[in-house]
């Protein structure tokens, strides 16, 4: 889960309903953002150093290795990874926005007294870069939003 808050002075000619309005419609297309260009990277081979990712035990990195040929991080044979990127139910509102994805019944069930790394919370970690440029997208979006609704509606006859 990421939490985060912005402000802004409401621009002139902007009731609050409009502000609503575009602040939904810009956090939907930073939702659907990170889960087309953001979740994928954690399926990448340098993940585990950029996320921070529980070290896997020996074994286990020894034979997706030597079964699958890889040593991506959160990935054995693909059924996470297929099932997080196929689909997600995106759903923004006015203060927030909400991806929900389907995974395998294994992504929530770690059991902590076989010390196994808790991977739901894995899938959504995120890198203070990944969080600047997820506030840069948003506040650019809104910027545009906010301009395009002000130079429509302020007309002097």
Avoid: C
Avoid at 32 to 50: C, D, I, Q, Y
Avoid at 101 to 125: N, T
Avoid at 129 to 152: P, Y
Wanted: proline fraction near 3%; charged fraction near 35%.
């Amino acid at each position: 889960m990421i939490r985060g808050s912005m402000t802004y002075k409401r621009p002139k000619g902007l009731s609050a309903k409009h502000i609503r309005g575009e602040v939904k419609a810009a956090l939907g297309e930073v939702g659907l953002e990170w889960h087309r260009n953001t979740l994928p990277k954690h399926f990448e081979e340098s993940a585990t150093v950029r996320y921070g990712y529980k070290t896997r035990g020996t074994k286990y990195r020894r034979d997706k290795l030597r079964l699958f040929g890889h040593s991506k991080p959160l990935v054995y044979k693909g059924a996470m990874s297929k099932m997080l990127m196929r689909m997600a139910r995106i759903t923004a509102t006015g203060k927030g926005v909400r991806v929900v994805m389907k995974g395998p019944k294994y992504l929530y069930q770690s059991r902590q007294d076989y010390k196994q790394p808790d991977k739901a919370a894995e899938v959504v970690k995120t890198t203070t870069a990944e969080l600047r440029d997820i506030e840069r997208s948003l506040h650019k979006r809104l910027k545009r939003g906010f301009e395009k609704i002000v130079s429509t509606e302020t007309t002097k006859i």
